[in-house]
């Protein structure tokens, strides 16, 4: 890269906005900043004036008393109203006119000789059958309300139809990712207490095929709560069956009505719990309701993306993501829209299957994350400049902090210049954007996810929760709920109030440091504790160190994040042997197999270090810090004088990186 290129980075970053033209202003939701700040203004003063009448768009089967019901740190919202998602994702949307649109626009990976995929059109009134065939199956199969059902599935329009099953009969779901590995399913089988599985043969990824089943059923030899493993053939390979416990698709929608009375939810009912790391121990099931959770899926998908009755819109994220939940399924589907769904892999069978996508389908709304933009530059523009983008009109990112490098590269190569880039901050416990721009609205700069959303107090304070200068770095806080706010933590309770009500006084932290500038932008800065943030998912440090502990030869791991071109934050292990044991390549080997199988290729390390000690603390601490700017940097300068043991850096050092 040139020098000249970082200058102009620089000054980018520094001076440079990025308004949105007058034409596109003029044809969005919300047109002016004056009209943000009014609505922002009412939503923060009377947010139950500013949430009641946006509740009040979407359908109800009893209205609620009370909008909010706020006992910090446990708020309820939209108190004793009753709803169902699937209805307002499905049959409001038939009521209103909309059967013979398209709900579901999909596309399979495999590419036939002629280089053509298959493609599914899947309008709301077919969604709606699918939906209620099999709700009508799970229901007969004994699952009731509040049975948690578990969903490990490609991404095919049957997982969405899984979801909305789920959703429509009351059975909150919790989807895992089709990446994790089987320790990863039978972990998160336990602690939801799950007794319905939903997964599918396989899914295809990179030409070939991910074996779901297969992976499920090594699961459930640690486990036998699982009654009912129902499965989807897609790809159609041979698989083992367990006579009994396993059960076809086909077979569970076979002679089903496609009507089915969906179940009054409480507005506060559990729609889904979603596993997702934290920086001690085993993942947090994240809980969300229902009412709450809804209008903000609603609310925020047709404002940040200004979303219009035309717009083809493409969120790539896996259904295994909040960002699958909220921005693949229910946001888009209870506005009406026309999803697109895309089963594989960015790069096959190269790296324009996005490109290729998009021309073919006409998207005009895309939103994606910082790493696959960065894959992307990799790839080069050539890839790009070979298609017709003109149909796109919004780009979004999320994940991690868009570099500014990727975020001009995403605006011309991708958007031409004529595309509000909306760099969105959010989180598995937010539920929804959070920090956002509005696309007919904010001046952006590349690389800050600009303001706060309606309704989202957000502040940089200190530990006392005092609110700091401009352009000061601090904590990242809520200092009032908001509708799509988790509930708490699947069978840890105190953990809710530990993890996140307890670090700033009365606010919610989210782990994440952040400035404000003096235009009042939020720029994140990355989350300030020992989580990883690998390609725009966060994985726990303590998650991948007792992977690595399991393998026998492996007294001690520490793992840190190092910084990476592509992933954004990089997997560093330090490990120490056990006696008797040596280091050698086909340990590493060894280890890296272990943690794919642990968690999934998603936490492979990119370096194993093999060290005779680990630098810590007198009272026997990690020192993270360290072992950090030496995987990141090779070497330590940083202050080292609460170490125990000098030499242990000098060793460290020598170690070889792999
Ligand atoms: C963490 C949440 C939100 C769905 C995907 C990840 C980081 C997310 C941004 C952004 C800077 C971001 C934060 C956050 N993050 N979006 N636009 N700019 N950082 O969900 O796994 O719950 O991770 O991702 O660190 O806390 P998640």
């Avoid at 359908?59 to 909010?68: E, I, T």
């Avoid at 229901?139 to 309300?145: D, F």
């Avoid at 699947?490 to 919610?508: A, E, H, L, T």
């Avoid at 999934?600 to 810090?625: C, N």
Wanted: charge should be neutral; include cysteine.
């Amino acid at each position: 890269m040139s020098s000249d290129h970082v200058a102009i980075e620089s000054s980018l970053q520094e001076n440079r906005l990025f308004p949105p033209s007058a034409q596109f202003s003029a044809q969005s939701h919300i047109k002016s900043r004056q009209q943000y700040e009014q609505m922002y203004r009412q939503s923060i003063d009377d947010p139950d004036t500013f949430w009641g009448n946006v509740a009040k768009e979407l359908s109800w089967s009893r209205p609620w008393d009370k909008v909010l019901d706020w006992k910090s740190p446990y708020a309820k919202w939209f108190v004793g109203g009753q709803t169902n998602m699937a209805v307002n994702c499905l049959d409001r949307n038939i009521e209103r006119g909309l059967g013979d649109k398209v709900a579901i626009l999909w596309e399979g990976e495999p590419l036939a000789q002629g280089k053509s995929p298959e493609i599914r059109r899947i309008t709301y009134r077919q969604l709606h059958q699918m939906t209620n065939r099999f709700a009508n199956g799970l229901r007969k199969l004994g699952v009731k309300k509040g049975d948690r059902v578990t969903i490990y599935m490609p991404m095919v329009p049957e997982a969405a139809v899984a979801m909305l099953a789920c959703a429509r009969i009351g059975a909150p779901h919790s989807v895992i990712f089709g990446g994790f590995s089987s320790q990863a399913i039978s972990d998160r089988v336990i602690d939801a207490q799950s007794q319905y599985l939903i997964t599918s043969d396989g899914g295809w990824r990179r030409g070939s095929v991910v074996e779901l089943k297969k992976n499920v059923d090594e699961a459930l030899t640690k486990t036998d709560l699982i009654k009912k493993v129902i499965v989807l053939k897609h790809t159609g390979q041979q698989i083992p069956w367990i006579e009994g416990r396993d059960v076809d698709w086909k077979d569970v929608i076979d002679g089903a009505s496609d009507q089915c009375a969906a179940e009054p939810m409480d507005s506060e009912d559990l729609l889904y719990v979603l596993y997702t790391s934290g920086s001690t121990g085993k993942p947090k099931g994240i809980i969300h309701t229902t009412g709450g959770y809804m209008v903000g899926c609603y609310l925020t998908t047709k404002y940040t993306f200004d979303l219009h009755d035309n717009d083809v819109y493409w969120c790539t994220a896996d259904i295994g993501w909040v960002t699958g939940h909220s921005y693949v399924v229910y946001g888009p589907l209870c506005n009406g829209a026309t999803t697109f769904m895309y089963e594989g892999a960015p790069n096959f069978p190269d790296f324009s299957r996005f490109w290729d996508i998009i021309e073919r389908h006409k998207i005009t709304i895309f939103y994606t994350a910082p790493t696959a933009i960065r894959a992307f530059m990799k790839a080069g523009r050539e890839l790009v400049d070979k298609h017709d983008l003109s149909s796109l009109r919004v780009l979004g990112s999320v994940g991690e902090p868009i570099n500014p490098e990727a975020w001009i590269w995403y605006q011309q190569v991708i958007g031409h210049g004529k595309c509000p880039i909306v760099d969105t901050w959010w989180q598995t416990e937010t539920g929804c954007i959070m920090i956002t721009p509005l696309p007919g609205v904010t001046a952006t700069k590349p690389g800050t996810a600009t303001l706060p959303f309606f309704g989202i107090d957000a502040a940089v304070v200190d530990r006392t929760g005092k609110e700091l200068p401009p352009n000061q770095g601090g904590l990242l806080v809520m200092r009032k709920p908001w509708p799509s706010m988790l509930r708490g933590i699947f069978n840890d309770p105190d953990r809710y109030v530990r993890q996140y009500w307890s670090d700033v006084p009365g606010c919610y932290f989210s782990g994440d440091g952040a400035r404000r500038d003096s235009d009042g932008y939020f720029w994140i800065m990355g989350r300030v504790d020992d989580v990883l943030n690998v390609s725009g998912h966060r994985l726990g440090t303590a998650e991948i160190e007792s992977a690595l502990v399991s393998h026998e030869a492996v007294a001690e791991a520490a793992v840190v994040g190092v910084p990476h071109e592509m992933k954004g934050q990089g997997v560093a292990a330090f490990v120490t042997l056990k006696a008797g044991y040596h280091a050698s390549d086909d340990l590493k080997k060894q280890l890296l197999n272990t943690v794919v199988k642990a968690i999934g290729a998603i936490a492979r390390p990119d370096q194993i270090r093999f060290s005779e000690a680990l630098p810590k603390t007198r009272s026997g601490k990690i020192m993270r810090r360290l072992l950090k700017e030496l995987a990141g940097t090779g070497d330590v300068k940083g202050d080292v004088t609460t170490l125990e043991d000098f030499s242990v850096i000098a060793r460290l050092k020598e170690s070889d990186e792999g």
